[in-house]
T-cell receptor, first 115, second 113 residues
Framework: DVKVTQSSRYLVKRTGEKVFLECVQD?????MFWYRQDPGLGLRLIYF???????EKGDIPEGYSVSREKKERFSLILESASTNQTSMYLC??????????????FGPGTRLTVT | QKEVEQNSGPLSVPEGAIASLNCTYS??????FFWYRQYSGKSPELIMS????GDKEDGRFTAQLNKASQYVSLLIRDSQPSDSATYLC?????????????FGTGTRLQVTL
């Protein structure tokens, strides 16, 4: 069965704190993704990774960085959290990078509040 | 034009009726499409994928792809209150970013008793 897990369901942080969100998948997928979802704006891609130690910017990478040291784990880092980063953060994974027809599977999401 | 567009709804249908959800897409979007269901406060759950022109059925769900008109639809037969959710349409943007899935903003479905 497809399984993507995220380290926290709910997180409250203060402005300026460094925040780590972790995602783990057990499907041996090559691709992993980080999105944020906000009312009225839909899902927006922050960063994605095709393989270990590889990363590419998505549509809204500013204020974020990522790390992928192992195939199954993809971390999103907020270097200095700000209130406009309050959002639902969703991790997803999919097979391969050469073909664009593979489904993405989502983790349960982390609702981050920055005060 | 947005790459993937959906009517935000809400679409209200009575229990037992057919719900029809529609999505249009731009020339930049390739021919692989996905429907996700998202309950309030939860993450998107994949319910259907369609890659070729025509219909694809899975239980009460039917996905339809019309490449000539650039739309994809999802039909839900015998709608149940548990189908009340937001439905997201998604397709891959090409060329170049082969793995970048782009989502519509979703259609909220309400199934009434």
């Amino acid at each position: 069965d497809v399984k993507v897990t995220q380290s926290s369901r709910y997180l409250v942080k203060r402005t300026g704190e460094k925040v780590f969100l972790e995602c783990v998948q057990d499907m041996d997928h090559e691709n992993m993704f980080w999105y944020r979802q906000d009312p009225g704006l839909g899902l927006r891609l922050i960063y994605f990774s095709y393989d270990v130690k590889m990363k590419e910017k998505g549509d809204i990478p500013e204020g974020y960085s990522v790390s992928r040291e192992k195939k199954e784990r993809f971390s999103l880092i907020l270097e200095s959290a700000s209130t406009n980063q309050t959002s639902m953060y969703l991790c997803a994974s999919s097979l391969r990078r050469a073909y664009n027809s593979y489904e993405q599977y989502f983790g349960p999401g982390t609702r981050l509040t920055v005060t | 034009q947005k790459e993937v567009e959906q009517n935000s709804g809400p679409l209200s249908v009575p229990e037992g009726a057919i719900a029809s959800l529609n999505c249009t897409y731009s020339d930049r979007v390739s021919q692989s499409f996905f429907w996700y269901r998202q309950y309030s406060g939860k993450s998107p759950e994949l319910i259907m994928s369609i890659y070729s022109n025509g219909d694809k059925e899975d239980g009460r769900f039917t996905a339809q792809l019309n490449k000539a008109s650039q739309y994809v639809s999802l039909l839900i037969r015998d709608s149940q209150p548990s189908d009340s959710a937001t439905y997201l349409c998604a397709g891959y943007v090409s060329p170049g970013t082969a793995s970048k899935l782009t989502f519509g903003t979703g259609t909220r479905l309400q199934v009434t008793l």
